[in-house]
């Protein structure tokens, strides 16, 4: 499963570098790894893993929890 986490160039990059970071993004296909606000209710942050073919949505649980369980 992947995630959109990016690595952001150095302040002196060239030109191409800043546009592919600002603008280009992959679009994967089948389960993908995601961060969630949910600010209309408790306002806590979500991770959910989400199918982008058919947005089926096969677990989701607090980032909090999340953070714990990778530090393992």
Do not use: F
């Amino acid at each position: 499963m992947k995630g959109a986490a990016l690595t952001r160039p150095a302040p002196d990059a060239g030109t191409d570098a800043w546009i592919d970071y600002v603008y280009l993004r992959d679009n994967p296909r089948g389960a993908y790894k995601e961060y969630w606000h949910h600010t209309s209710g408790c306002r806590r942050w979500l991770v959910v893993s989400r199918d982008t073919a058919t947005h089926e949505i096969s677990w989701s649980r607090d980032a909090v929890l999340d953070l714990s369980v990778e530090a393992l």
